[in-house]
């Protein structure tokens, strides 16, 4: 039996770091279960230089990334929603858009290494330390049997994955 292909939607305020990570990790680590895609609510226009060396070693189609916003999925013909994740704490609190399918949605707050000042060298390092912390969540959730769960279950654990430490 072939396990369904779950879409999933990491929100951010710039969608040029923590979603675009998170995006990436979720559609490498989840070896084709997931459809991931990334929008933010005032998308910045273009990926950070930083985020982007943190995923080379991933993979993923780099030209598949760049920032969006949300109402990009909010449209009709959008993908349907299987999970909504915010990994930004602005976000969390902000009104959003009506999506389609009625997803299950968490909050996976982390530190916005955009914001982070320092050398290059210091973002650099930054920004590795939260990539890894999403990759960290980001390998439970990829584990997770949800074909074996119900909604409420799933949600549970998308919850505890969120306060687990990053």
């Given at each position: 039996?072939?396990?369904?292909?779950?879409n999933?939607?990491?929100?951010?305020?710039?969608?040029?770091a923590?979603?675009?990570?998170?995006?990436?990790?979720?559609?490498?680590?989840?070896?084709?279960?997931?459809?991931?895609?990334?929008?933010?609510?005032?998308?910045?226009?273009?990926?950070?230089?930083?985020?982007?060396?943190?995923?080379?070693?991933?993979?993923?189609?780099?030209?598949?990334?760049?920032?969006?916003?949300?109402?990009?999925?909010?449209?009709?013909?959008?993908?349907?929603?299987?999970f909504?994740?915010?990994?930004?704490?602005?976000?969390?609190?902000?009104?959003?858009?009506?999506?389609?399918?009625?997803?299950?949605?968490?909050?996976?707050?982390?530190?916005?290494?955009?914001?982070?000042?320092?050398?290059?060298?210091?973002?650099?390092?930054?920004?590795?330390?939260?990539?890894?912390?999403?990759?960290?969540?980001?390998?439970?959730?990829?584990?997770?049997?949800?074909?074996?769960?119900?909604?409420?279950?799933?949600?549970?654990?998308?919850?505890?994955?969120?306060?687990?430490?990053?």
């Amino acid at each position: 039996m072939t396990e369904k292909t779950y879409n999933i939607l990491f929100l951010c305020t710039g969608n040029s770091a923590r979603s675009i990570m998170a995006e990436a990790l979720c559609a490498t680590l989840g070896k084709g279960r997931f459809h991931a895609f990334s929008a933010g609510s005032h998308p910045a226009g273009t990926v950070n230089r930083f985020a982007i060396e943190q995923l080379k070693g991933t993979r993923y189609p780099m030209d598949n990334l760049r920032s969006k916003s949300w109402q990009e999925y909010a449209q009709p013909g959008a993908p349907k929603m299987d999970f909504v994740i915010t990994v930004c704490d602005s976000v969390a609190g902000a009104i959003v858009p009506h999506w389609p399918g009625q997803p299950i949605s968490s909050h996976w707050g982390f530190a916005d290494p955009v914001a982070f000042e320092g050398t290059d060298a210091e973002k650099q390092q930054y920004f590795a330390k939260i990539f890894h912390q999403i990759m960290r969540r980001m390998t439970i959730f990829v584990h997770l049997p949800l074909h074996m769960l119900d909604k409420h279950a799933i949600k549970h654990e998308l919850d505890e994955i969120g306060q687990s430490p990053a």
